[in-house]
């Protein structure tokens, strides 16, 4: 006897959708510090 899942396939995939899209702009956040850091490095060198 199969049983019944408790889970929202929907909200499921628009969660995931979501959280993809967080974690790609965290990325894009931490790529920019890092050229902010590369380039005060480069003007106090």
Request: aromatic share 2%; glycine share 2%.
């Amino acid at each position: 006897m199969a049983e019944a899942l408790n889970v929202d396939l929907s909200e499921e995939i628009a969660g995931q959708i979501s959280a993809k899209h967080l974690f790609s702009a965290n990325v894009a956040v931490l790529k920019t510090s890092d050229e902010i850091q590369k380039n005060l490095l480069d003007i106090v060198a």
